[in-house]
Nanobody
Framework: QVQLVESGGGLVQPGGSLRLSCATS????????MGWYRQASGKQRELVAT???????NYADSVKGRFTFSRDNAKKTVYLQMNSLKPEDTAVYSC?????????????WGQGTQVTVSS
């Protein structure tokens, strides 16, 4: 079973920064599109950002210019650097792996990590 292990969540004041990490031991990581999603209490899950195997990142408008998504294929790890955090960024953030190989689709989720932005 593929495991995605997230870390880096916590409590931060508005305007502060956090860096989330998501690591796996799976070789399929190198061909996977990775994503971060978040779900605030009482709201639907939303896409925060994605990154291609080659490192091209795309962002939701709400985080553009504040968040940076990167990957280290050698370490099989992705990072979400979150700056200028706002209370509305408070949510459970989950890592997603999506890959296709030999006609099969693979999709896995991490367990989620809580990010709370509050003074």
């Amino acid at each position: 079973q593929v495991q995605l292990v997230e870390s880096g969540g916590g409590l931060v004041q508005p305007g502060g920064s956090l860096r989330l990490s998501c690591a796996t031991s799976e070789s399929i990581f190198s061909i996977a599109v990775m994503g971060w999603y978040r779900q605030a209490s009482g709201k639907q899950r939303e896409l925060v950002a994605t990154i291609t195997p080659g490192g091209r990142a795309n962002y939701a408008d709400s985080v553009k210019g504040r968040f940076t998504f990167s990957r280290d294929n050698a370490k099989k790890t992705v990072y979400l650097q979150m700056n200028s955090l706002k209370p509305e960024d408070t949510a459970v953030y989950s890592c997603n792996l999506n890959a296709r190989r030999l006609g099969a689709v693979y999709e896995y989720w991490g367990q989620g990590t809580q990010v709370t932005v509050s003074s």
